[in-house]
Structures are given as C-alpha cells and as structure tokens.
C-alpha cells in the first residue's frame, strides 16, 4: 500500500526541499550528498531569521509526517483605538517543517487564535470552523464583560460584522505571511497532479 510522500495542512501547495543535493568530492566529480541534521537546524534558523520571526523549537510528533516547529510570530489584535477587554485576541502564526514519508521535506504552517479568556482556535481546525469558534466566544465574554469597557449587547451585534471582518483579516494576513515565507525558502512549489486508490501520489511543478 503506497502513500503520499507530503502532508500539507494549511498551505495552499507543497512547498518542498528535498532530502539530498549535488555536490563534488575532492576530486571534483559529482556527487550526491544527503543533508544531515544540522544542516536542517542551519536551515530553519537562516528560514527564521530571513522572516525576522522568533526560532522555536519543539514538535507536532506526528507518527508519519512529524512537523518540526520553525519559527513563530506572536501579534496582538487591536479592534479600532480602544480595543475592549473582550476582544482582546493574540494572533501565533507559526511555520513548521513537515517531514515526507519517503524522502525530502515540506514547509507548512498554523495560525491560531487565542482570546483573553484562554480559548483558542486554530487553522488546521478549518478556516470557518476557526471563525465561527471564535466568533461564539466573543458573544459569550460580551454578554459578562462588555459593560465594563462601556459596550453592551445591542452594541455588540451592532459591530457584529465588522468583529468578524477584522478577525479575518488579521488571519489572512497572516496566511498570506506564512505563505511568502514558504515560498521564499523551498526549492520547489508542488501540486498533487495524481491520486490513486492505493494512496499513490504524483506530484507535478508550480509553473
């Protein structure tokens, strides 16, 4: 039974490095060498640095695709000059590593939400999913906290609309960052071209 070689989660295509890379001996032939380990570690720190974003460590330990943590970038979300307490929202955007079942790797990513509550939503948990979570929550902390910044319910669903567009563009914002990076750091933009039903998957260049 055969598999895909990558797991993407959020990215829009696979964004691909692969495992080895042409080089030459002493000699000067050619030869195929294998990246080792720290020159993963050299890599995600030079992707960390070229972002500006902070180089975390750590993994989602998926047992086939294991995503290697890269580098985060943590925002606060401001909703006009005075943000009320209940929308008090951080924004994680967060570039991962994902290892391919057979060989070479992909670069991929999560966004999450949290509110002031502790409640977070993440991407991976589907784009309308992450909003309309987010979306109940904030009624939620409105209809205990909101008086106290000088709003009230009918207030609330007022701006109703315009919370929700300020949360998706913070989010596709963010989306678009995290996009850039992948493909400013990967070697090659892949599509799935073919899926089979054993789970064969051929993959085909972006342009």
Not at 6 to 22: D, L
Not at 159 to 185: F, G
Not at 186 to 202: K, M, P, W, Y
């Amino acid at each position: 039974m055969a598999t895909s070689n990558f797991m993407n989660v959020n990215a829009k295509q696979v964004y691909a490095i692969p495992s080895s890379y042409i080089d030459t001996d002493e000699d000067g032939n050619e030869i195929e060498r294998y990246m080792e380990s720290w020159e993963y570690d050299d890599l995600m720190d030079s992707i960390a640095d070229n972002a500006g974003w902070d180089r975390i460590e750590g993994s989602d330990n998926d047992r086939y695709y294991n995503g290697s943590y890269v580098c985060e970038n943590v925002e606060t979300l401001n909703f006009g000059k005075s943000t009320p307490s209940f929308l008090e929202t951080t924004l994680t955007a967060t570039i991962i590593m994902r290892s391919g079942y057979y060989s070479g790797v992909n670069l991929d990513y999560e966004i999450k939400v949290e509110d002031c509550g502790g409640y977070d939503a993440c991407l991976s948990e589907g784009y309308e999913n992450m909003i309309d979570a987010m979306m109940e929550n904030y009624r939620y902390l409105a209809e205990r906290y909101a008086t106290e910044d000088g709003w009230n319910m009918g207030l609330f669903n007022m701006q109703r609309k315009n919370i929700e567009k300020w949360l998706e563009n913070a989010i596709n914002e963010a989306v678009e960052k995290c996009e850039k990076i992948c493909k400013e750091n990967c070697n090659d933009q892949l599509v799935v071209a073919a899926r089979f039903s054993n789970g064969e998957t051929i993959y085909s260049k972006v342009g």
